[in-house]
């Protein structure tokens, strides 16, 4: 839809910019101001109940989420159009499930260490 929606607007207007190439706008046809926009998200959550926030709070929700369910830190960063995954993990990193124990783990299987999780087994007593 988006892409026929640019393609009318280009064979109307040629590549010069035009209000008609955007998607959304105000009653008149303009882009939309960023007041009116804040003050219609802040009544759209009222109505449903929901915690106010601004707008872009959905973008760190999303990058938060997807960390935290163990997607690709790469991809993510692609997803938000970072030029560095370093800055996606400088905002986001807290949302990474730590895997300091599976570290520990496979350490131990590399080392032959015994597994510090696991009780040793009971002794048996010296009269059996």
């Not at 872009?56 to 938060?64: D, E, G, I, P």
């Not at 131990?108 to 009269?127: C, G, Q, R, V």
């Amino acid at each position: 839809m988006l892409a026929q929606h640019k393609a009318r607007a280009l064979e109307k207007y040629g590549e010069d910019f035009s209000t008609e190439l955007l998607v959304f706008t105000s009653l008149e046809g303009t882009p939309i101001n960023p007041q009116n926009w804040q003050r219609f998200w802040r009544k759209l959550l009222r109505q449903a109940g929901v915690t106010p926030n601004n707008f872009h709070a959905l973008r760190h929700t999303h990058a938060t989420k997807l960390l935290a369910a163990g997607m690709p830190l790469m991809d993510v960063s692609r997803r938000l159009g970072h030029s560095k995954p370093s800055h996606t993990l400088d905002l986001y990193g807290h949302a990474m499930p730590g895997k300091d124990d599976e570290i520990a783990g496979q350490i131990a299987e590399i080392y032959n260490l015994p597994d510090k999780k696991k009780k040793p087994p009971a002794e048996k007593p010296d009269d059996e």
